[in-house]
């Protein structure tokens, strides 16, 4: 089957935008009554943070994701393990997610303003939306009304890696009602900014599927930087798109067309039949990359969650 996008002209696109099914618990503007100024207490905090440490972004765009992938968008990932029980946040693929205080920090705002009106789930989603916003992606209006869920178990953590395969990645959101060109965008777009630690890739650059030779499929001079920087004994970082490393943009699709992806999954989606042409799509308009990365990003924090409360401390039930 054709690609969705190589069809899918811009105007489509907007209209697709605005046809976009929202939960019927979530609505654009919930807390216009009951919490008024809950949007810009969020932005106002978020972009204190971000002023200070860019890196913001890509580590909300990780946490939204991880989040909802798991029981929905119901911030059970904020949850603290206790004696009984290891939280979501306490799973092997969770160690890299941070700025649990950040979200905090939003949630006392928000508490001192309106008192257990906003949920820590929309704190995430509207905390995501302005960090993309910032980071020169596109600034969109975020459905809230979400519940915050009472769940939150490590055993149920069980997220793609970078090594996943294109096949395996489309499964994972297929089971979560999302399509191919859901999983491309999304895996794209929040690999346009942030970066990886040598331990995510250098097998690629050293011993490739225990080859004991470098991964054949990646550019020449990007392959000696990373042996050069995975060479040293400290667990380095490179960023993920090595052109405009802090912008959300539509650039790192073109790095994995150059075979400059550096996660194994960032070069396969260029390589594999399945999602190549939606790669060569967003690669060529940048529009259309921001318009369905909006989309996506919307019909991701749509996945409905068990939540059933609004939790007063965003780390513990009530």
């Not at 798991?70 to 603290?80: E, F, N, P, V």
């Not at 940048?286 to 059933?308: A, D, H, W």
């Amino acid at each position: 089957m054709e690609s969705f996008l190589k069809h899918l002209n811009v105007f489509s696109l907007v209209l697709f935008f605005f046809a976009l099914p929202i939960s019927s618990a979530l609505q654009v503007g919930f807390y216009s009554s009951s919490c008024p100024n809950t949007e810009n207490i969020v932005r106002q905090v978020v972009q204190q943070r971000f002023n200070a440490d860019k890196s913001v972004a890509p580590a909300l765009l990780r946490m939204f994701f991880h989040d909802c992938f798991i029981r929905g968008c119901d911030a059970s990932i904020l949850i603290d393990s206790t004696t009984t029980n290891q939280a979501e946040k306490a799973a092997g693929a969770n160690g890299s997610v941070r700025e649990y205080a950040l979200i905090d920090q939003i949630k006392t705002a928000l508490e001192q303003a309106c008192p257990q009106k906003v949920s820590c789930a929309d704190i995430i989603a509207l905390a995501t939306r302005d960090a993309v916003s910032l980071s020169g992606g596109p600034m969109y209006s975020v459905p809230t009304g979400r519940l915050d869920g009472t769940i939150s178990r490590a055993s149920e953590v069980n997220l793609p890696g970078p090594a996943s395969t294109v096949s395996q990645i489309q499964q994972a959101f297929s089971a979560r009602k999302m399509t191919l060109n859901d999983m491309v965008i999304l895996v794209g777009g929040g690999h346009s900014i942030g970066r990886a630690h040598c331990n995510f890739f250098q097998d690629r650059v050293f011993n490739f599927q225990g080859t004991s030779k470098p991964d054949p499929t990646m550019d020449k001079n990007l392959l000696t930087k990373l042996q050069n920087l995975c060479s040293l004994t400290f667990n380095p970082a490179t960023f993920l798109d090595q052109n405009t490393t802090v912008v959300l943009d539509n650039e790192v699709y073109n790095q994995m067309k150059k075979n400059k992806g550096i996660l194994q999954i960032d070069q396969e989606l260029a390589l594999d039949p399945l999602s190549a042409s939606i790669v060569s799509s967003l690669a060529a308009n940048n529009k259309l990359f921001r318009q369905s990365f909006v989309n996506s990003m919307i019909k991701m924090g749509n996945l409905p969650g068990t939540g059933g409360e609004i939790r007063k401390n965003c780390r513990r039930q009530n």
